[in-house]
């Protein structure tokens, strides 16, 4: 017995410092839903499953090195080993198991974090993923915003689309990341646990913009959100896209705003989004990169929309698609500017 107490005692330290390292050190950021409760449970038994097989392997592993070596004047060959089938029975039938109960774990995770909550109505939010920046639909309160707000406490059903490229929806304080993919939709549950602020990332190589894909997500208490609510534009399903046709002029360009994606980097309300807030935009100095400025009027707001790379605006990227003067008509652009005009 003699022989195995040192490499047991190097393999039951290695299980204790690895182990204890994953269960002291926070590897993953606070978490912030019911979610990521239950997921970061599942981490943790998967790394100290790790830390005891890491143990095991490498403890033995160095312990052979050591004791095994072959010494100064020993010019023998090794005995060699004919194998053993007690060690590989156990070996395959142990790994087995483990590998089994994980999986069933795992599924019973997945089943708990993607079942729809029982007791009140879940929130809808249509989340749309496009080059570069996303957008959200409240379908239930007929809003749209170019932030995410939620209400602590509700659970959350996200839907998730793409309008150009696969995009990855990630927050990961929600322990949430799923694939937004053109032409079809996934979905994805959270319930905010904790009142607090958060990012949405894009966790998918989505083209050149990829790294500015951030949105601020807040999440306040019940009586913060209802307000919240009142102050947002209306989806354009909500106010009619047949208004929009025929009509020109402010409420028309709100619509074009929302429909084109505008609002997704560009806040109402003076949050700094992926561009600058058009909220007092019209009429004030803007400063640009080069240390210049210039008036926001209308011939300003137009560059900007048509050429956007033209003049970067001080402490922003040059992110924005170049073409929106060939998907737009005068007459759109020319609205769009007039609501500009009204976000005061
Ligand atoms: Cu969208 Cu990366």
Redesign the pocket.
């Known amino acids: 017995m003699r022989k195995w107490g040192p490499p047991l005692l190097l393999t039951a330290v290695l299980m204790i410092v690895t182990a204890g390292f994953f269960l002291v050190v926070r590897l993953t950021p606070a978490a912030a839903t019911r979610q990521a409760a239950t997921n970061d449970r599942l981490l943790t038994l998967l790394l100290v499953v790790a830390a005891i097989i890491f143990g095991l392997v490498v403890g033995f592993f160095v312990y052979s090195l050591i004791a095994f070596r072959r010494r100064p004047g020993d010019l023998k060959d090794a005995g060699g080993s004919k194998g053993n089938n007690r060690i590989e029975a156990l070996w395959t039938l142990i790994p087995l198991v483990i590998i089994f109960a994980i999986g069933v774990y795992s599924t019973n995770v997945m089943i708990a974090n993607s079942a729809p909550p029982s007791g009140e109505p879940e929130l809808e939010v249509k989340v749309t993923?496009f080059?570069?920046a996303w957008t959200y639909e409240y379908p239930q309160f007929g809003i749209i915003s170019g932030q995410l707000v939620l209400p602590v406490g509700r659970p959350v059903l996200f839907r998730l689309y793409a309008t150009d490229?696969i995009?990855?929806f990630f927050i990961p304080e929600f322990r949430v990341k799923m694939d937004a993919i053109p032409g079809i939709e996934n979905t994805v549950r959270a319930t905010p646990t904790e009142i607090g602020n958060y990012q949405v990332l894009?966790?998918?190589?989505?083209?050149t913009g990829?790294a500015y894909?951030v949105s601020p997500v807040r999440v306040v208490d019940a009586a913060t959100f209802e307000e919240w609510v009142k102050t947002q534009p209306a989806a354009p399903a909500a106010a009619g896209e047949v208004a929009a046709e025929a009509k020109t002029g402010p409420e028309a360009g709100q619509q074009y705003a929302q429909q084109y994606g505008c609002i997704a980097c560009h806040s109402l309300d003076g949050t700094q989004l992926v561009g600058p807030t058009w909220k007092g935009l019209y009429g004030h100095t803007v400063t640009f990169e080069d240390g210049s400025t210039a008036v926001a009027d209308e011939a300003y707001l137009k560059e900007a929309i048509v050429n956007p790379a033209a003049r970067i605006v001080k402490g922003y990227a040059n992110v924005m698609p170049a073409n929106y003067g060939e998907q737009l008509t005068e007459q759109q652009i020319a609205d769009i500017i007039e609501y500009i005009k009204t976000i005061r």
Do not use: P, Y
Not at 202 to 207: F, M, N, Q, R, T
């Open positions: 993923g080059q570069w490229v995009h990855s894009c966790a998918e190589v989505c083209g990829h894909m």
